[in-house]
């Protein structure tokens, strides 16, 4: 199985501004020393030592993931303006042909996770196939609301491509493409839902958006039998801690609470995910070091053998 990043900010779309430029080049030219701008070689061979945030951006859209079988079948995690590129990269392949198929799952209807859809060029192309999948009651409706000419100049039905709508219950377990799939009710304004992806015993687990209070942190026990033993946990981490405890209720957690069950469920790799569209890179950059230390702080006896990793735009995780 493998997943890809097409968006990870949460809430609204947050492009890095030109002062943010600015201020990457800045700090690069302080990096620099004559040896490394002599040729074209030392340049590449200077840029590539530089830390990730100063080179790239963690990216501004939001939330889309590409999930992909073993034999590269593909799911779909939501549709935040993350699709849209993640579309045009589509109809490179069968769904410009109108022959692509895939299964899209919906974690839940807030716009973050579904305002790329009108811009997902490969519903435009009749023949194209798309199983959609959703938890929260009446998807399609909830879909086509957004195509209301008072929000899109496009109505719903000039979506020519074939769709299906499959409503699972919260206890269901099924299968596409060899991936079992099951699901767990997030605590989130809303409400949204969790998705656990497992092929041939390697497990995936999205989990966004969701709030995890430290009051509650004795009382989930049936969230960490759930995270258990995932190989991949993407956690709904937009807040550092102070902020949590002023953003009560706004239905997402920070690092640190992320941190704390990730150990508890023995879970291998945390994907920090759902970034503030507040943070900039460099404020990011210090959520991850905040968060590592934290975690080293938390491992009293040193034996966790928990990753942590920032999503970005682009990321590619095997598993
Ligand atoms: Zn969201
Ligand atoms: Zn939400």
Same mark, same amino acid.
Do not use: L
């Given at each position: 199985m493998k997943v890809k990043f097409w968006g990870v900010r949460g809430s609204i779309g947050s492009p890095i501004k030109g002062h943010g430029v600015k201020e990457k080049v800045r700090k690069i030219l302080t990096y620099a020393s004559p040896a490394d701008v002599l040729d074209e070689e030392t340049i590449d061979r200077f840029l590539k030592s530089l830390p990730f945030s100063l080179l790239h %951006?963690?990216?501004?859209? %939001?939330t889309c993931l590409e999930v992909r079988s073993k034999k590269d079948d593909l799911i779909i995690v939501d549709a935040g303006t993350g699709i849209r590129e993640l579309g045009n990269r589509l109809l490179h392949e069968d769904f410009m042909q109108g022959k692509g198929e895939c299964h899209m799952v919906f974690t839940h209807t807030h716009w973050d996770h579904i305002q790329g859809l009108p811009f997902f060029g490969p519903f435009y192309v009749p023949g194209n196939k798309f199983h959609i999948h959703a938890i929260s009651e009446n998807i399609e409706d909830r879909l086509r609301y957004q195509h209301s000419e008072r929000h899109f100049p496009v109505p719903f039905e000039g979506f020519s491509a074939n769709k299906d709508y499959i409503q699972h219950k919260e206890s269901d377990v099924w299968s596409v493409y060899g991936i079992n799939i099951s699901h767990k009710g997030m605590r989130h304004p809303g409400n949204s839902y969790s998705y656990r992806f497992e092929e041939e015993g390697k497990i995936l687990i999205f989990g966004s958006d969701a709030e995890f209070k430290l009051e509650d942190m004795d009382n989930i026990d049936t969230y960490v039998e759930y995270f258990?033993?995932? #190989?991949?946990l993407i956690f709904? %981490?937009? +807040?550092t801690f102070e902020e949590q405890l002023q953003k009560i209720d706004w239905g997402h957690s920070s690092a640190s609470i992320a941190t704390d069950i990730a150990m508890k469920a023995h879970v291998k790799k945390l994907v920090l995910f =759902? =970034? #503030?569209?507040? +943070?900039d890179d460099e404020k990011l950059d210090e959520v991850f070091m905040r968060a590592i230390r934290y975690k080293e702080m938390m491992d009293f006896d040193k034996t966790s053998k928990l990753e942590i990793i920032m999503a970005y735009e682009g990321l590619e995780i095997n598993i």
């Open positions: %951006t963690y990216g501004g859209n %939001t258990r033993n995932a #190989d991949v709904d %981490t937009q +807040y =759902h =970034h #503030d569209p507040s +943070y």
